[in-house]
């Protein structure tokens, strides 16, 4: 079971900020926060993840609150392209030993002219 | 495009046939993976390979059999599926089991 919770979907004009909310109220102490997005019709693309500091690379901002337990992934200026599901997830590991990343069902991001 | 190439984009297939999805990646990842994505369902792991062995069988049917005969091609081969079979499957890449994953454009399957 995915272990976020985000609102399934949101609205934004473009050229705005768009902030996009994520619970994560279980998260342990080594788990990562990821986000990734996926284009209608196209496959989930890498957004920017983080432990506990908050990180910026050229798509977005990832900003993690102290204790954890939700995070804010921001696009700065949204743009048409930016319509997408976005998925905020936290890094498992599975019995193998393998990473299992665990995709809910995202919000919903329609970004309007 | 990403580095990972899927094949074929589109697949319709009865339920008697044999046929199979292919992934290519090209960006020297030693990792890859298989997902399904059925209609208002979130993605679901189904495999994962790290250095060709498989470490993660994640309650598949066995009418799903994957084959990863190097580090850069990965198949999903498919027999006797039911219609709920049909989604898009998507595979992914990665540098080690831990870091980021690249996925593919995905293989539309309909299975009738």
């Known amino acids: 079971d995915a272990k976020t919770t985000q609102p399934p979907s949101m609205d934004c004009a473009e050229g705005r900020a768009a902030n996009l909310p994520c619970n994560h109220s279980t998260i342990s102490g080594n788990e990562y926060v990821y986000w990734y997005r996926q284009i209608h019709s196209q496959g989930p693309q890498y957004i920017i993840h983080?432990?506990?500091n908050n990180e910026t690379n050229e798509m977005a901002s990832l900003i993690i609150t102290e204790d954890r337990k939700s995070s804010t992934l921001i696009l700065p200026h949204a743009t048409l392209r930016d319509t997408a599901v976005y998925y905020c997830?936290?890094?498992?590991?599975?019995?193998?030993?393998?990473?299992?990343?665990?995709f809910g069902k995202g919000t919903k991001l329609t970004v309007n002219p | 495009e990403t580095g990972v190439t899927q094949t074929p984009r589109h697949l319709v297939m009865g339920m008697t046939n044999k046929k199979s999805l292919k992934c290519e990646q090209h960006?020297?990842?030693?990792?890859m993976y298989w997902y399904k994505q059925s209609a208002k369902k979130p993605l679901e792991l189904m495999f994962v390979?790290?250095?060709?062995?498989?470490?993660e069988n994640n309650s598949v049917p066995s009418r799903f059999s994957p084959e990863c005969p190097n580090s850069s091609h990965l198949f999903l081969h498919l027999h006797t599926l039911q219609p709920e079979d049909s989604a898009l499957y998507l595979c992914?890449?990665?540098?080690?089991?831990?870091?980021?994953?690249?996925f593919g454009a995905g293989s539309r399957l309909t299975v009738l």
């Open positions: 992914a890449s990665s540098q080690d089991v831990v870091n980021v994953l690249t």
């Open positions: 390979y790290s250095l060709e062995e498989r470490v």
């Open positions: 960006l020297g990842h030693n990792a």
């Open positions: 997830i936290v890094r498992g590991w599975s019995q193998g030993g393998s990473e299992k990343l665990v």
């Open positions: 983080g432990l506990k």
